[in-house]
C-alpha cells in the first residue's frame, strides 16, 4: 500500500496525520506542495525524501530551510512545531483518531430557494466536487467566523450567521465539520479563489442532490433547507 493514503499504522506526527486525512501518499503530497508554491510563489522545496523524513519525526524545525517551514505553515495553516510534533491520543470514538485536530467550518448559505455550492479543483479520491464553502477552524476561532470569512473569501458573497446545524465526522474525508446555516447579505457569487475552486452557482435546493450525493449531505442540513424552503415560499 503507499505511504499515506489508507495507511493504518500508528501516526508518528501531526504532519502524517494530516497528509493522512487528504488522501494523499507521501509522494502525491511533495507533488501537491510543489505546485502549492509554484501558485503562491513560495520558494520552499519538498522532495517525497524529504517529507518521508519528516512525517517520521527525524527531523527538527531547526533543521529546516525557513522557506520549506513558510511553505509547510501555509499549506496546512498551522505551526511548525505543532505539524512535527506527536499527535495526542483521543479516548473513545475511533473515528475520530485521524480527525480530532482538523475541524471545518460549513456554511450553508441560502437566498430566497436558491443555496451557495462551490466545485473543488481537481479530484482527491474522494469522491467530492461540488460541496458548501468551507474553511479550517483554527485554535481560538469561531466556527461561525470561519464559515462567514471562507464563504466570502471563495465567493464573493456577505453573509450571516442564522443558526448551528450541528457537527458530525464526515463519512467520507473523516474530518469533524460543524454546520452552520447562513442567511445571504449582499454580493454577487463569483469564483474568487481560483486555486481551489473551478466554480461557483447559486442552486435551487430541491436540485442539491445533482450536485452532492444525497448520503453525503448531513440530515439536519438537507431539514434546514427544506423548512427555510417552505418559509420562503409561504413568505411570497
Same mark, same amino acid.
Given at each position: 500500500?503507499?505511504?499515506?493514503?489508507?495507511?493504518?499504522?500508528?501516526? /508518528?506526527?501531526?504532519?502524517?496525520?494530516?497528509?493522512?486525512?487528504?488522501?494523499?501518499?507521501?509522494?502525491?503530497? =511533495? #507533488?501537491?506542495? %510543489? *505546485?502549492?508554491? /509554484?501558485?503562491? &510563489?513560495?520558494?520552499? *522545496?519538498?522532495?517525497?525524501?524529504?517529507?518521508?523524513?519528516?512525517? =517520521?519525526?527525524?527531523?527538527?524545525? %531547526?533543521?529546516?530551510?525557513? =522557506?520549506?517551514?513558510?511553505?509547510?505553515?501555509?499549506?496546512? %495553516?498551522?505551526?511548525?512545531? %505543532?505539524?512535527?510534533?506527536?499527535?495526542? #491520543?483521543?479516548?473513545?470514538?475511533?473515528?475520530?483518531?485521524?480527525?480530532?485536530?482538523?475541524? +471545518?467550518?460549513?456554511?450553508?448559505? +441560502?437566498? &430566497?430557494?436558491?443555496?451557495?455550492?462551490?466545485?473543488?479543483?481537481? &479530484?482527491?479520491?474522494?469522491?467530492?466536487?461540488?460541496?458548501?464553502?468551507?474553511?479550517?477552524? !483554527?485554535?481560538?476561532?469561531?466556527?461561525?467566523?470561519?464559515?462567514?470569512?471562507?464563504?466570502?473569501?471563495? *465567493?464573493?458573497?456577505?453573509?450571516?450567521?442564522?443558526? !448551528?446545524?450541528?457537527?458530525? +465526522?464526515?463519512?467520507?474525508?473523516? +474530518?469533524?465539520?460543524?454546520?452552520?446555516?447562513?442567511?445571504?447579505?449582499?454580493?454577487?457569487?463569483?469564483?474568487? &479563489?481560483?486555486? #481551489?475552486?473551478?466554480?461557483?452557482?447559486?442552486? @435551487?435546493?430541491?436540485?442539491?442532490?445533482?450536485?452532492?450525493?444525497? @448520503?453525503?449531505?448531513?440530515?439536519?442540513?438537507?431539514?434546514?433547507?427544506?423548512?427555510?424552503?417552505?418559509?420562503?415560499?409561504?413568505?411570497?
Amino acid at each position: 500500500m503507499p505511504e499515506g493514503v489508507g495507511a493504518t499504522g500508528p501516526l /508518528r506526527t501531526v504532519l502524517e496525520q494530516r497528509i493522512r486525512e487528504r488522501r494523499q501518499t507521501f509522494e502525491e503530497f =511533495a #507533488e501537491y506542495a %510543489e *505546485t502549492f508554491a /509554484r501558485e503562491h &510563489d513560495e520558494p520552499g *522545496t519538498l522532495s517525497h525524501r524529504h517529507v518521508q523524513r519528516l512525517v =517520521a519525526g527525524r527531523m527538527s524545525a %531547526e533543521s529546516l530551510r525557513p =522557506a520549506t517551514v513558510r511553505l509547510l505553515e501555509r499549506i496546512f %495553516e498551522t505551526g511548525i512545531d %505543532e505539524l512535527l510534533s506527536a499527535p495526542h #491520543e483521543v479516548s473513545g470514538n475511533p473515528q475520530f483518531q485521524l480527525s480530532y485536530a482538523l475541524r +471545518v467550518a460549513v456554511a450553508v448559505v +441560502v437566498r &430566497d430557494s436558491k443555496v451557495l455550492v462551490v466545485c473543488r479543483r481537481g &479530484d482527491d479520491g474522494n469522491g467530492i466536487s461540488w460541496q458548501f464553502p468551507a474553511g479550517i477552524v !483554527k485554535p481560538g476561532m469561531s466556527a461561525e467566523t470561519v464559515a462567514i470569512r471562507e464563504t466570502l473569501g471563495e *465567493t464573493g458573497v456577505h453573509c450571516s450567521v442564522a443558526r !448551528k446545524l450541528g457537527s458530525r +465526522v464526515h463519512p467520507v474525508t473523516n +474530518v469533524v465539520c460543524e454546520y452552520i446555516l447562513c442567511d445571504y447579505l449582499t454580493g454577487d457569487a463569483q469564483n474568487v &479563489d481560483v486555486v #481551489e475552486n473551478v466554480g461557483v452557482a447559486w442552486i @435551487d435546493r430541491d436540485q442539491l442532490g445533482r450536485f452532492i450525493p444525497a @448520503d453525503q449531505v448531513y440530515p439536519p442540513v438537507l431539514e434546514a433547507l427544506r423548512l427555510t424552503s417552505l418559509l420562503a415560499s409561504s413568505a411570497s
